[in-house]
C-alpha cells in the first residue's frame, strides 16, 4: 500500500500563521483532487474538539480536517496538553485524558509518547494521498531539542520537505527567519525548502529588496507574501490571538462581553456571534469593561475554581451581578456554566485541593467534579421557552461537550436549555439550566452557536430586553465550507503552489 507524501509547515515561533496555512493547504489540495488530511503531532491549546467517537483533539487539527472534508480523527493530533498552571497541564493522548503532569513528568514521558506519534502517523499515511503537518513553536528552541515531538523529528520521520513562515505584523520578521535557520543543526536546515511571509499589510513591492537580500543570505527561496487577513473565520488555537479584541471601538448594535480568564478555554465558541452584522464581542478582564455590554459570557476554563477566585478577586462577579440586576443578559458555557451556580464541590482534588467554593447563585445548580471526564459528541433539541432562546424553541442542535464535573439542577427551581442525545444513544436528557427571569442561560453545549437558529433567538433576546430592534442579516453567516474556500482562494493567490506542489511530488 502506498503511503501518503507530506509537506510540513513551521514557523519562527507561535502565532505566526501555521494554523492558517495549514487549513488553506488542505482545502487547496483537497479541491485538486488529493485525499488530504491535516497532522500536529503535540499541540498545546485550551481550544479542543471532540471527535465522533468521544475523542479530544486540538480545535485547530478539528477544522483543518473540516476545511479537507473529511472527518476529524485523533490520529491527526494524537497528543494534546491543556494548560492549567504555569508549571502543570492535562496530557490527552490519542483522544483520552491521562492526568496532569509537570514538564519534568512530562518529558520522563517522551520517549513513548514519540511511539504514539509514529503509529499515528503510519495509520494516517496509510488512508490518505498527502498530510499536511503543523509544527508548533519554533523549530530553534534550543533548550526544548532534545525533547521535541513535533517540529523537526516529525520532518526527518516523514521526510517532509519544510516550509518555514515568518509574521511581519509582529515586525522582525527578516530576522526571525534568518535567526531561525542560523540555529537549526544543517541536516534540519536542508529541510527547509522555501520561506513564507505571512500578515503583510500593503504594498508587497515595497518587500521586493529585502525578499532578494534574505534569499541571498538564507539560499532558501522565499514561496509566498501572505496578506494580512482579517475575516479569515478560522478558530484562534491560541489565547494570545485574543490580543486586542477587548479594546471598546464605536458602539454596535449589541455589544457582548466575554470574560477572558486566566485558564480560558473553547474561546472560539463565540467566534458565530462576533460573525453577525452589528455584533462587537469583546473579550474583558476589568469590571468596567462589562458596564454597558448587553449580553455577558462567562465562557468555558480549564480551571473553573481557580478561575473563579480569579473573577472575585478581579471585582467582575459583582459586575455580572450588576449586569443581571439591570436586566441584560447572562450566558455561561461549560467552566462558565458551573461558576454559575451556587456552588462547585471538588472533594477528590481534581482541580484543586479538595474542598467547595460557592458559585455566582444566578442558577439553580451545583457542580461536583470527578476524575471521570466527559468528552461526547451531542445533538440538543432546543426546550426553553419564556427565556433567552425561546424563538428557537425546538430546534435541533450539533454540539459537544468537554468536562469534568458534573451539573445537579434543584428539580424544583430549574428549566432545563435543551434535551440532549449523547454519543448517538437514543437516551435523551435534560441539559443546561435557564433562569427563572429568563436573563440567565448555562449549558455545557459548545458550537452551540453554530446554529443559526440559536444565535437569531439569543440576540434578538438580548436587544429586546434592551429596547432595540433585532437585525435583519442575522443568521445567515457563510457556511464552514464557504469560509474555507475564500481563504484558500485568497491564499492560493499569493503563494507559489506550483513550487510548493513540487517540493511534496505533487500536482496541482
Not at 498530510?131 to 515531538?149: C, F, K, W
Amino acid at each position: 500500500m502506498s503511503r501518503a507524501r507530506c509537506l510540513m509547515v513551521q514557523g519562527t515561533g507561535s502565532g505566526v500563521g501555521k494554523s492558517l496555512l495549514v487549513t488553506a493547504l488542505c482545502r487547496i489540495l483537497a479541491r485538486a483532487g488529493h485525499r488530504v488530511a491535516p497532522f500536529k503531532a503535540q499541540n498545546m491549546s485550551l481550544n479542543a474538539a471532540v471527535t465522533r467517537d468521544g475523542g479530544e483533539m486540538g480545535r485547530a487539527q478539528a477544522s483543518q480536517a473540516e476545511a479537507a472534508g473529511i472527518e476529524p480523527t485523533v490520529d491527526m493530533n494524537p497528543i494534546l496538553l491543556k494548560p492549567e498552571g504555569d508549571d502543570c497541564s492535562q496530557l490527552v493522548v490519542r483522544g483520552r485524558a491521562r492526568g496532569r503532569v509537570s514538564w519534568a513528568a512530562y518529558r520522563a514521558l517522551v520517549p513513548g509518547l514519540r511511539d504514539e506519534v509514529a503509529g499515528a502517523l503510519d495509520r494516517l499515511r496509510r488512508e490518505h494521498d498527502v498530510l499536511v503537518i503543523e509544527g508548533a513553536g519554533s523549530p530553534a528552541e534550543i533548550n526544548l531539542r532534545d525533547d521535541d515531538l513535533v517540529n523537526m523529528p516529525v520532518a526527518r520521520l516523514t521526510d517532509a520537505p519544510v516550509l518555514l513562515v515568518g509574521d511581519i505584523d509582529r515586525g522582525g520578521v527578516f530576522a526571525a527567519l534568518v535567526g531561525t535557520l542560523a540555529l537549526l543543526a544543517p541536516a534540519d536546515r536542508a529541510r527547509v525548502a522555501g520561506l513564507v511571509v505571512n500578515r503583510f499589510r500593503g504594498d508587497a513591492a515595497i518587500l521586493r529588496p529585502g525578499l532578494v537580500e534574505l534569499q541571498a543570505l538564507t539560499r532558501v527561496p522565499v514561496l509566498g507574501v501572505v496578506p494580512w487577513l482579517a475575516d479569515h473565520g478560522l478558530p484562534a488555537e491560541d489565547s494570545l490571538d485574543l490580543d486586542g479584541r477587548g479594546a471598546r471601538g464605536p458602539r454596535a448594535h449589541v455589544e457582548v462581553a466575554v470574560v477572558r480568564l486566566p485558564r480560558l478555554a473553547n474561546f472560539d465558541d463565540f467566534d458565530w456571534l462576533g460573525a453577525e452584522p452589528g455584533v462587537a464581542v469583546r473579550f474583558v478582564t476589568a469590571p468596567e469593561a462589562v458596564e454597558g455590554a448587553d449580553l455577558v459570557v462567562l465562557p468555558g476554563s480549564k480551571s473553573t475554581i481557580a478561575d473563579l477566585h480569579w473573577l472575585r478577586e478581579r471585582g467582575l462577579d459583582r459586575a455580572i451581578h450588576r449586569a443581571f440586576a439591570a436586566g441584560r443578559v447572562v450566558l455561561g458555557v461549560c467552566g462558565g456554566y458551573q461558576m454559575l451556580g451556587r456552588a462547585v464541590h471538588d472533594p477528590d482534588g481534581v482541580e484543586a485541593p479538595p474542598g467547595s467554593v460557592a458559585g455566582l447563585d444566578l442558577l439553580p445548580v451545583v457542580t461536583s467534579f470527578a476524575a471521570a471526564k466527559t468528552t461526547v459528541p451531542v445533538r440538543a433539541r432546543v426546550l426553553t421557552a419564556d427565556g433567552p432562546l425561546d424563538a428557537a424553541r425546538g430546534a435541533l442542535v450539533e454540539a459537544f461537550e468537554i468536562h469534568a464535573g458534573r451539573t445537579i439542577a434543584d428539580p424544583g427551581a430549574r428549566r432545563p436549555f435543551s434535551i440532549v442525545e449523547r454519543g448517538g444513544c437514543p437516551a435523551e436528557e435534560p441539559e443546561g439550566a435557564v433562569g427563572r427571569d429568563g436573563a440567565v442561560l448555562g449549558t455545557y453545549l459548545h458550537g452551540m452557536l453554530a446554529s443559526a437558529a440559536l444565535r437569531r433567538a439569543l440576540l434578538g433576546h438580548v436587544v429586546a430586553r434592551a429596547g432595540r430592534a433585532a437585525l435583519p442579516g442575522w443568521g445567515v453567516a457563510a457556511p464552514p465550507a464557504t469560509r474555507y474556500d475564500r481563504l484558500a482562494d485568497a491564499v492560493a493567490a499569493t503563494l507559489d503552489l506550483p513550487a510548493i506542489a513540487r517540493l511534496a511530488g505533487l500536482a496541482l
